[in-house]
């Protein structure tokens, strides 16, 4: 009989291994220690055993809104040493919902490999009235296990349904659905008889694998600012002020700032700061007309504001260039 796959299982925090005072204490339970946490979780999902080898791997834990960015690159750079390992099948991430598609989409811009890799987590403790941790871990095993998942890019698996990790967003605060791939749809599910079933492939986009962790100890600051009714120019100024190397304007609609906050993005571009128009509306792309262009400020293309966000870090350490750094949102 040949070997079950080995499933390296990186946990890194998050509702997924938190326990709570009883079964109904659903919003504000504490975090426990991530690896014995798993450990736990295990236990009680023994039908893994017939589906992967898991080797657990320690890494730092944390509710994902306490993550830094320094956290998820080093993150990253495990999991590039893992998917190098030849011993190791799949990579399979346990990480808290709140900021799971921004470490997704980090892997997805540094990884270069076929082998699957799948974060999941969980909207309800594993101490709760039917928690959704022990199915979600399963699942993540048995995904990352799975052949058909080979090639596919990073995964996001949630309630059953598989994500890419270049579209998925968090879309509800507590449903065990909040998962959702905007426009885009899932990739595919996990069936009831247990099927792993692709309905999609996501088409390759330029940025994909497009960069190298290795060395990358920090990344240059990159502000998001929310655009609103009659929003004037102080958050953008104050950015700047920050010492910003990029901005992402989440404009409002269609990708349109204020014309207080226009004006204050287009002084930011000829100072030298990186300029990128976003939309707040979390679905669609955003088209920047030519005279806007013209003024060094780069579409976001339909990447989220905080997806743009991290794709603007990595591409600074390369370039300032508004044209080159359009090339890797795909909106040259
Ligand atoms: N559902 C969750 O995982 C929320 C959690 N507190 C987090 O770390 O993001």
Request: glycine share 10%; charged share 20%.
């Amino acid at each position: 009989m040949s070997q079950l796959p080995i499933v390296a299982l990186v946990p890194t925090g998050g509702t997924i291994g938190a326990r709570g005072r009883d079964r109904l204490d659903l919003a504000f339970y504490g975090e426990l220690d991530q690896q014995h946490a798993m450990e736990e979780l295990l236990e009680v999902i023994p039908e893994v055993r017939a589906v992967a080898r898991v080797r657990p791997v320690p890494f730092r834990s944390a509710a994902s809104h306490a993550l830094q960015v320094e956290d998820v690159l080093r993150l990253a750079r495990r999991v590039v040493q893992l998917v190098a390992d030849p011993s190791v099948d799949g990579v399979v991430v346990t990480h808290g919902t709140n900021t799971l598609e921004e470490t997704a989409f980090v892997l997805a811009l540094v990884l270069s490999t076929d082998k699957p890799v799948v974060l999941t987590g969980s909207m309800r403790p594993a101490s709760g009235l039917s928690s959704d941790s022990p199915i979600n871990l399963f699942n993540a095993i048995r995904l990352a296990a799975a052949p058909g998942a080979s090639g596919r890019g990073v995964l996001v698996l949630m309630d059953d349904t598989v994500h890419s990790a270049r579209d998925v967003t968090k879309a509800s605060t507590a449903r065990l659905d909040a998962f959702r791939g905007a426009e885009l749809g899932p990739l595919g599910f996990i069936e009831p008889d247990g099927s792993v079933l692709f309905h999609h492939r996501r088409e390759p986009w330029p940025a994909e694998g497009a960069f190298s962790v290795s060395g990358l100890a920090a990344l240059p600051r990159v502000d998001v600012v929310m655009s609103y009714l009659g929003a004037d120019a102080s958050l953008i100024d104050a950015s700047v002020r920050a010492g910003a190397a990029g901005i992402v304007s989440a404009g409002t609609g269609a990708g349109f700032p204020t014309p207080a906050e226009q004006a204050a993005l287009e002084a930011a571009a000829d100072g030298g700061v990186v300029v990128v128009q976003a939309s707040r509306t979390g679905s669609g792309r955003v088209g920047v007309s030519p005279a806007v262009m013209a003024r060094g400020i780069v579409s976001a293309g339909n990447l989220a504001p905080v997806k743009a966000r991290l794709l603007l870090m990595l591409v600074l350490t390369r370039t300032h260039d508004p044209r080159r750094v359009a090339e890797y949102f795909g909106c040259a």
